[in-house]
């Protein structure tokens, strides 16, 4: 598999404070690679530099072998990659519906965005019974699930999910990974996901990198690290000297 994403060597900085050393990773086509590591360690800002909300002041990030650095968000979503944010980020005040019908903009095809809408409607039942609710009404993992479909609206080829399971109960937490690997299969989805906890990723990741302090500690094969030992080493830090938080976006 070729990569669909690669980040060589991006340094970030927020003012004076660097979030972001050297890190590099890559993404092939049709994989599901995981980003874990605490609070403070760069994942959020690792995601947003790919989907080109944050500039890097070194290194690079390619997109099929070219780069993008420069380029605005808007240009890098219509390259395939779509981002679901922390937090969700859904319009409130605009309908479930509404919420969707923003995210089938980018087509430009009408025709193709109702028949999208009408398949994910199928795979989120739950947003199919609220399609005409305000969105802001919606509990937390309907919010999630609704952050997710909005993406996938956009026929990405890599969504980029941060934190999915961040502030919502196992049980939701559960239904939003099936959904995501469902969507894998269904829709040749490439998955670059964050995370703080490993115990889910370790299941579905074909691919695994800790980030803590701002750089990469460990990567590899998830199936070569089920064991968590080396993950927690790499994400605790233990027998090394302690990596002061970043004041800075996780």
């Not at 404070?17 to 609070?39: F, T």
């Not at 969105?135 to 080829?157: C, I, N, Y």
Request: aromatic residues 4%.
């Amino acid at each position: 598999m070729g990569a669909l994403v690669e980040v060589d060597g991006i340094h970030v900085r927020y003012g004076d404070l660097v979030a972001l050393r050297d890190v590099s990773l890559s993404v092939a086509e049709g994989e599901v690679v995981c980003i874990i590591g605490p609070n403070g360690a760069g994942k959020s800002t690792a995601l947003t530099a790919i989907a080109g909300g944050v500039a890097p002041y070194a290194g690079d990030i390619r997109v099929g072998g070219v780069s993008v650095l420069g380029l605005r968000p808007e240009q890098v979503a219509r390259l395939g990659l779509s981002l679901v944010p922390e937090g969700r980020h859904i319009f409130g005040t605009l309908t479930v519906e509404e919420n969707l019908r923003i995210g089938g903009y980018i087509q430009g095809d009408r025709a193709a965005a109702k028949a999208d809408m009408e398949r994910l409607l199928a795979l989120f039942p739950r947003l199919a019974e609220r399609l005409r609710y305000p969105a802001g009404r919606l509990s937390g993992g309907e919010q999630q699930m609704l952050a997710v479909a909005r993406a996938v609206m956009t026929r990405p080829r890599l969504l980029l999910v941060d934190e999915p399971s961040l502030g919502l109960a196992p049980r939701i937490i559960d239904q939003i990974y099936e959904i995501l690997l469902d969507l894998r299969q269904r829709a040749a989805l490439t998955l670059l996901i964050n995370e703080q906890s490993s115990n889910r990723i370790l299941k579905h990741a074909d691919r695994i990198y800790v980030l803590r302090g701002g750089r990469v500690q460990l990567e590899g094969p998830a199936a070569d690290l089920r064991d968590g030992e080396a993950i927690r080493h790499a994400y605790f830090g233990f027998g090394e000297a302690p990596v002061a938080p970043l004041d800075a976006p996780a």
